[in-house]
Nanobody, 126 residues
Framework: QVQLVESGGGLVQAGGSLRLSCAAS????????MGWFRQAPGKEREFVAA????????YYTDSVKGRFTISRDNALNTVYLQMNSLKPEDTAVYYC???????????????????WGQGTQVTVSS
């Protein structure tokens, strides 16, 4: 099993930046693909970004391409989400998740993830 703890959320003005971190427990972090999802009030949880085991492949939802960057440090058991040029519509609770699936095309789906963090709130003011 793996436990995930997110941090780095907060309140930021539109155009600003935040970096989310997700620290994972356990010795097998590098065997998991990692993803970030978000859920705004009254909306379904949506895919934001995913990264492969070594970090060699990354995937983004269209609305964050060019603004967000997902990365990981397997030595530190941590995955990051650098968020730049933030917009009010980015306001949501952000969750990191770990997947044992080897099907990269499936990493955009929440059902492909086995473990979830508790979430961190990101609020972007206009």
């Amino acid at each position: 099993q793996v436990q995930l703890v997110e941090s780095g959320g907060g309140l930021v003005q539109a155009g600003g930046s935040l970096r989310l971190s997700c620290a994972a427990s356990g010795r097998t972090f590098s065997s998991y693909a990692m993803g970030w999802f978000r859920q705004a009030p009254g909306k379904e949880r949506e895919f934001v970004a995913a990264i492969s085991w070594t970090g060699g492949s990354t995937y983004y939802t269209d609305s964050v391409k060019g603004r967000f960057t997902i990365s990981r440090d397997n030595a530190l058991n941590t995955v990051y989400l650098q968020m730049n040029s933030l917009k009010p519509e980015d306001t949501a609770v952000y969750y990191c998740a770990a997947s044992t699936s080897s099907r990269q095309y499936a990493w955009r789906g929440a059902s492909s993830y086995d473990y979830w963090g508790q979430g961190t709130q990101v609020t972007v003011s206009s």
